[in-house]
């Protein structure tokens, strides 16, 4: 239930979207959290609360002491595979189907804006879908794989060389995918307003994408529990539950 102090900002922000020229969304872990899949900072909930990045997630860890990273990734894994979308992922691509929505742009690996339907995705840090050997550089579905390593607990390794896969997921001290990160600039760009969805917006570079559009002059559409640093230039903020207010917004836009 939303409160109904906030159900003007409601209206307000479905006027921004149904008026928007070239709306974008920017999602994190929050859009997902309702679908059974924790985020990376909350108190005592967060990924991070239990484990020090550098120590599982870098580029590191997963070269030198490739155990750990393994041991960090499966439970993931595991649920990321068994989440469904959510209703705020499926409003997103019902907003895109009407051209109201031009494209999304996720800190996410967990593929949940392609599975809800969603097509045009700029995956600033990856996605599980596949893995790749850093070694001799093969390729692999991730279907090939991940099922077998939830349920064992044995890191995947390549048909061809033998070397442990890596899954295709931007780690610390990886840069970022150049290609998607140009293309989500330029949407960012030509956006006159920007969603942003679920990210408390302190992860970097990928934080920078909302920014970017704030300098070409989008207004800016804030949908996450926890302040970010762009709140005080909002048109709109709503600190509520994603799964019911994307949902309503895009009732009030179609």
């Known amino acids: 239930m939303i409160p109904e102090q906030y159900l003007s900002a409601i209206e307000k922000a479905a006027g921004l979207v149904r008026s928007a020229r070239h709306a974008v969304a920017f999602t994190g872990a929050g859009i997902s959290t309702p679908s059974g899949i924790p985020d990376f900072r909350s108190a005592q909930t967060g990924l991070w609360e239990r484990d020090d990045p550098m120590e599982v ?8 002491t490739p155990e750990r990273f393994f041991n960090w990734l499966r439970p993931l894994a595991r649920t990321s595979i068994a989440a469904n979308p959510n209703p705020a992922h499926f409003a997103l691509a019902d907003l895109e189907k009407t051209g109201h929505l031009k494209a999304v742009i996720t800190q996410n690996i967990d593929d949940l804006h392609t599975r809800a339907g969603s097509q045009i995705i700029f995956e600033l840090h990856g996605s599980l879908r596949s893995l790749s050997c850093l070694v001799c550089h093969h390729s692999y579905s991730a279907q090939e794989f991940l099922p077998e390593f939830i349920e064992s607990g044995i890191p995947p390794t390549c048909s ?4 442990l896969l890596k899954p295709d997921i931007v780690l610390f001290e990886e840069g970022l995918p150049a290609n998607t990160w140009y293309q989500a600039e330029a949407h960012a760009r030509q956006a006159d307003l920007m969603i942003v969805i679920g990210s408390s917006l302190t992860v970097t570079p990928a934080a920078y994408i909302p920014q970017v559009a704030v300098e070409s002059g989008a207004q800016v559409i804030i949908i996450n529990r926890t302040p970010t640093y762009l709140d005080k230039i909002a048109t709109v903020r709503l600190p509520l539950d994603v799964a019911e207010v994307l949902p309503a917004i895009t009732k009030q836009v179609l």
């Open 57 to 64: 997630a870098s580029l590191t860890s997963f070269l030198h």
């Open 160 to 163: 061809v060389c033998h070397a």
